[in-house]
C-alpha cells in the first residue's frame, strides 16, 4: 500500500463527507429488505397485542416453513415516527398496518403495491361489490385488516351501583341531561364521562349527523365552524356543569383510559376498544351501544371505519408472493383470529366473523352485536383523512386547551382550528 | 500510520456526525417532506419564521428554561459540592447518590415519573395538601407547567456538582489558613477565596449546562406528551424541531430550525467567553 500522506488523507476524508451527503440526500434506492429474505410486518398495539400478534405470527410461519417473517411493532404514535423515518428512507416494512390519518398521505407518498392480480393474495371470502368498496381512487391498494364504528360504551356496574338507567333512545340532548343528572351529587364523586371532544370518531359521526362530512371526497376539511362550534359547545356544556373529569382529573384534554376509567360511566370510543379497556377494570363490567343521534339526523349519517393494511412498493419480485400470502393469513385465518381476537375491531371477512363468534369472550360479543347493528344501516359513503392533515387532531387539543382555560371562545377556536386544518391541507 | 489509526473515528465522524450535519445545511434551504425530493426554495424557511408564532412561542420557552434552570441548578451543585468539601463520612457514597439523578434524568422512565409526580394526585400535591394547599395538575396549568421541567434539569445536579468538588480539592487550603489568621468568617473566605478560584470551574459548568438545556427534549416530550402543551408553555425548541419534521413532514423547515438553533448556542457560548474575561479568574495571570 502506497504511503497515505496528511493531503490525501483528509482529501479523501472530505470526499468521503460529500458523498455521504449527497446520498443522504438523493436517497437510497428502495429496498424494503428484510435481512435474510424475511418478509416484514409491521403492527401497532398495547403489549398484549404484541404477544398475540407474535403467536399469530408463528402459527404462519408453522403453516408456511418456507416463509420467514420479521415483526416490526410499536406503540401507535412511535409506529408513525418510526413510519416517517422508514418512508425517507425508502425501507418501509413489505406488509405494515396503515393509520388513519395517514391512509391518503402513504398513498401520495407513493408506498402502496398495487393488490390486483397479485398471486397469493387470498380474496374469495369477499364478493366483488366489497372488493370494490375496497379500492381507493378505483386502485385496489389497500385492503381492510379490520372494521369498527364509533360506540358509546358505559358502565353497567354503575349503573346498577347507582340504580339509574341510560335512556332507551340516546339523543345529543337526552344524554346530555341524562350526565349531568348523573354527576350532580353523585354519592361516589364519579362523573358522568371524561371530557372528550378530540375523540375523531365520535367527532365524525356527530358531523354527519349534520349532514357533514369530516373529509370530502376532493381532499378537504368537510366541517363548518358551525359543525365544529356546535361538538365543542355540546362538550362545553357538560364541561361546565361539572358532568365530566376536568381536564386536570384526566390529566390532559386526551385522558388515559387507566386513570379515569373507574371515575366515569360512559365515554365515547371505538367499538373494539372495550376488548382492551375492559381488562383494565376487571371489577366492572362494560357495555357499549350505538352513537345518540338527533332527532333529524342526516340519512346515512352511520359509518363503519376500515382500519387498513398494504404491501409496500418497493418489495423484491421474490416476496410479494410470501408477503401476499401473509396478507391472506391475516384476511382469512380462523387460526390469527382465534389468537388475536377482536382488540383491533372485527374482521371485515364476515365468514371468518361467524366462524369465531361462538368463541368470542363476552367482550368481543359486544363488539361483534354492535358492528353487525351498525353495518346493517345505511351509511353514506365516508372518505379518508387527505394528505397534510396527519397533524389535525394535534391542532384540535390546542384549539380545546383554549377554551378550557378560559383563553379562546368557542367560536373562534372553531375558526382558528378550521383555518388551520384547512391550510396545513393546502400546504401539503 | 497514525492516520489509520484515526480511520475508525473519522468513518463515525462522517457517518453519523458531519454527512448528516452537512445533508442537514443543504436540507435548510429546501421543501423537502420526506416523501419527495427536496425541492430548492432559497431563503424561504427562514423567514417563514420570522412570521410562525409557534417559533417564537418555542424561542421563549426554550429561553425561559435555560435562564433559570441553569442558574438554578449551578447554584444547588454548587452549594452541595461545598457542603460535601467539609469532609463527610462516606463522601464517596454521598457522591455517587448525589451523581445518580444526573444518569437518570434524562431518561424517559424519569420522565413518565414526573408525570406521576406533578399530576393531580401526585407526590407534589399530597404534600402540599398536608399544608391545606389544593392545586390541580401541575402539567395542565400553563403557568407551572414549565416549571416541573425546570425543577427535573435542577435535580440532575450531579454531574456539575462532582465538578465543581473536584475544583474545591484544588484550591490552595493555605489560603484558607491564612485568612482566617486575618479574622475572615466563613462567609468572608466563600466570597473572596472559593468563589474567585472556582470561578473557571463555574465557567465551564455553565457553558456545559448551558448547551445542554438548550438541547433538552426527552423530558418535554413525555412530560407534554409530546405536544409541548398546555398552550405551548413547554414546547421546547427541539420538540418544535421534531414536530415540524417527523408530525408535519416538514423537515426542510426542521432542518433550518436546527441551523438557527445551532447559531444561536454557538453565538451565547461566544458571548460567555467574551464576558468571561471580566469575571473568570486564571489563576497564572
Redesign the interface.
Known amino acids: 500500500m502506497s504511503d497515505?500522506t496528511?493531503r490525501s488523507?483528509l482529501t479523501w476524508?472530505g470526499a468521503?463527507?460529500?458523498s455521504?451527503?449527497a446520498m443522504?440526500?438523493?436517497?437510497c434506492s428502495p429496498s424494503g429488505s428484510g435481512s435474510n429474505g424475511s418478509v416484514r410486518f409491521a403492527w401497532w398495539g398495547g403489549s398484549d397485542r404484541q404477544r398475540a400478534y407474535l403467536k399469530a405470527l408463528d402459527a404462519f410461519t408453522a403453516e408456511h416453513p418456507e416463509i420467514k417473517v420479521a415483526p416490526e411493532f410499536g406503540d401507535y404514535?412511535a409506529y408513525q415516527?418510526r413510519m416517517?423515518?422508514q418512508?425517507?428512507a425508502r425501507d418501509v416494512p413489505d406488509v405494515f398496518w396503515i393509520p388513519s390519518p395517514a391512509v391518503l398521505?402513504y398513498r401520495?407518498?407513493?408506498l402502496y403495491r398495487d393488490l390486483d392480480g397479485i398471486e397469493g393474495l387470498d380474496l374469495s371470502a369477499f364478493s366483488a361489490e366489497q372488493i370494490e368498496s375496497f379500492r381507493l381512487g378505483g386502485t385496489l391498494d389497500t385492503l381492510p385488516k379490520s372494521v369498527f364504528s364509533p360506540v358509546v360504551r358505559y358502565n353497567t356496574t354503575f349503573l346498577d351501583e347507582d340504580g339509574v338507567t341510560l335512556p332507551d333512545e340516546l339523543t345529543w340532548d337526552s344524554l346530555a341531561e341524562f350526565l349531568v343528572d348523573y354527576a350532580k351529587d353523585n354519592p361516589e364523586g364519579r362523573k358522568g364521562t371524561t371530557y372528550g371532544p378530540y375523540h375523531d370518531m365520535p367527532f365524525e359521526s356527530f358531523l354527519r349527523q349534520r349532514g357533514e362530512d369530516l373529509w370530502t371526497e376532493d381532499g378537504r376539511l368537510g366541517a363548518t365552524v358551525d359543525g365544529v362550534a356546535a361538538w365543542i359547545d355540546w362538550w362545553e356544556k357538560l364541561r361546565k356543569a361539572g358532568a365530566t373529569t376536568?381536564?386536570?382529573?384526566q390529566?390532559?384534554?386526551?385522558p388515559s383510559w387507566s386513570q379515569v376509567g373507574g371515575k366515569v360511566l360512559v365515554t365515547f370510543a371505538n367499538s373494539n376498544h372495550i376488548v382492551d379497556d375492559a381488562q383494565a377494570f376487571p371489577d366492572y363490567v362494560f357495555d357499549q351501544r350505538d352513537m345518540p343521534a338527533a332527532p333529524d339526523a342526516a340519512a346515512g349519517h352511520h359509518f363503519t371505519y376500515y382500519s387498513r393494511f398494504a404491501m409496500y412498493s418497493g418489495v423484491p419480485e421474490d416476496r410479494i408472493q410470501p408477503a401476499a400470502a401473509l396478507m391472506s393469513f391475516n384476511l382469512n385465518s380462523p387460526e390469527l383470529l382465534s389468537l388475536v381476537g377482536l382488540s383491533a375491531g372485527a374482521p371485515p371477512n364476515t365468514a371468518l366473523l361467524d366462524q369465531y363468534e361462538p368463541d368470542a369472550t363476552p367482550d368481543e360479543q359486544k363488539v361483534i352485536a354492535v358492528t353487525r347493528e351498525i353495518a346493517a344501516t345505511e351509511q353514506r359513503a365516508r372518505f379518508e383523512a387527505p394528505a397534510g392533515s396527519?397533524?389535525w387532531r394535534?391542532l384540535m387539543?390546542?384549539e380545546l386547551?383554549?377554551i378550557t382555560?378560559g383563553?379562546k371562545s368557542v367560536p373562534d377556536a372553531a375558526s382558528a382550528f378550521v383555518s388551520a386544518v384547512e391550510s396545513?391541507i393546502a400546504g401539503? | 500510520m497514525a492516520h489509520i489509526f484515526l480511520l475508525p473515528w473519522m468513518i463515525g465522524m462522517i457517518g453519523v456526525t458531519a454527512g448528516p450535519l452537512v445533508a442537514s445545511a443543504v436540507l435548510a434551504f429546501t421543501d423537502y417532506d420526506l416523501l419527495s425530493p427536496p425541492q430548492f426554495i432559497g431563503l424561504d424557511n427562514f423567514v417563514r419564521m420570522a412570521g410562525d408564532e409557534r417559533f417564537w412561542a418555542a424561542v421563549r420557552v426554550t429561553l425561559v428554561y435555560v435562564l433559570v434552570s441553569v442558574p438554578l441548578q449551578l447554584g444547588f451543585a454548587l452549594f452541595l459540592a461545598v457542603v460535601l468539601d467539609k469532609g463527610l463520612r462516606g463522601l464517596s457514597l454521598y457522591r455517587s447518590a448525589f451523581y445518580l439523578p444526573s444518569l437518570l434524568g434524562g431518561s424517559v422512565a424519569i420522565a413518565i415519573l414526573w408525570r406521576q409526580i406533578f399530576g393531580e394526585e401526585g407526590l407534589v400535591n399530597h404534600v402540599l395538601g398536608w399544608f391545606g394547599v389544593e392545586l390541580g395538575s401541575w402539567l395542565q396549568d400553563p403557568s407551572l407547567a414549565l416549571s416541573t421541567l425546570v425543577v427535573l434539569n435542577v435535580w440532575t445536579f450531579g454531574s456539575p456538582m462532582v465538578i465543581f468538588l473536584a475544583g474545591l480539592r484544588q484550591i490552595p487550603e493555605e489560603l484558607y489558613e491564612a485568612s482566617m489568621i486575618d479574622g475572615a468568617g466563613r462567609v468572608r473566605r466563600f466570597w473572596s477565596i472559593t468563589i474567585p478560584l472556582l470561578t473557571p470551574i463555574i465557567f465551564l459548568n455553565l457553558i456545559l449546562q448551558m448547551i445542554s438545556a438548550f438541547q433538552a427534549f426527552t423530558q418535554a416530550h413525555v412530560v407534554s406528551g409530546g405536544s409541548g402543551g398546555p398552550l405551548d408553555s413547554t414546547l421546547f425548541y427541539t420538540l418544535y424541531i421534531y414536530q415540524r419534521g417527523f408530525v408535519n413532514f416538514d423537515m426542510g423547515y426542521a432542518s433550518a430550525m436546527a441551523w438557527v438553533l445551532l447559531l444561536v448556542i454557538a453565538a451565547a457560548t461566544a458571548a460567555n467567553f467574551i464576558v468571561s474575561r471580566r469575571w473568570v479568574y486564571y489563576g497564572d495571570e
Open positions: 497515505l496528511r488523507f476524508t468521503g463527507v460529500l455521504l451527503a443522504s440526500l438523493v436517497g404514535d415516527e416517517t423515518t418512508m425517507a398521505t401520495g407518498a407513493g376536568t381536564v386536570s382529573e390529566d390532559g384534554i386526551e396527519g397533524s394535534e387539543i390546542r386547551e383554549e382555560l383563553q396545513e401539503a
